[in-house]
């Protein structure tokens, strides 16, 4: 990270699995995302999380936060959006991101298809998105096909807030163009 350049914070908040918090940096003249740093932890509190953020040298560069739909819930409490909120000053960008088109649009970051390289580069420390490529699976049938588009939802908290970061910024993959048959 580069001190003074804005960062975002890409969120899957999460007790029990992991509550992943990807901090990036996007370079718009290029088209480059660069996840520096993360926080990714099982069995913390938002509040323990945005205090150890708040830690870090690029806390005080923090200008977004982008989080699943999923922290509008209330379960009998503050939602996650609102903890958030509460606790930076900062709002949180949310719409909802379908599975398949948040791996859609992850898969243009990974290698563009324009140019064949990748526009998504993560920093060796990021150990807890690093472990999740490998994680990330589909389920197969006896002959070892997949037995859907979907993948098997689990071990996939980083993997969601990349997804969630990336169509924010960057909107959905559109469908090719069906060319008219004459």
Known sequence: HTAGNPVQLW????????????????????GE??????????????????AEAKT????????GLVMDVVGRQHPAAESQAEIWYHETGLRVTMQ????????LRHRTFLKDPATGRA??????????????????KYAE?????????????RDN????????GLVANFGHVAPPKRQRIR
């Open 157 to 164: 908290h980083a993997m969601k807030a990349l997804a969630y």
């Open 96 to 103: 909802p991101v379908p599975i398949v088109d948040g791996i």
């Open 119 to 136: 526009r998504l580069l993560h920093h060796p420390r990021c150990g807890g998105t690093l472990r999740e490529y490998g994680l990330y």
């Open 56 to 63: 870090r040298s690029w806390w005080c560069d923090v200008r």
């Open 11 to 30: 969120i899957d908040p999460g007790y029990a699995g992991a509550y992943a918090v990807l901090a990036v940096e996007i370079n718009r003249s290029i």
């Open 141 to 153: 049938d006896s002959e070892h096909r997949p037995q859907t588009e979907l993948p098997i939802d």
């Open 33 to 50: 995302v660069w996840h520096f740093d993360e926080l990714y932890y099982a069995g913390r509190t938002a509040q323990e999380i945005i």
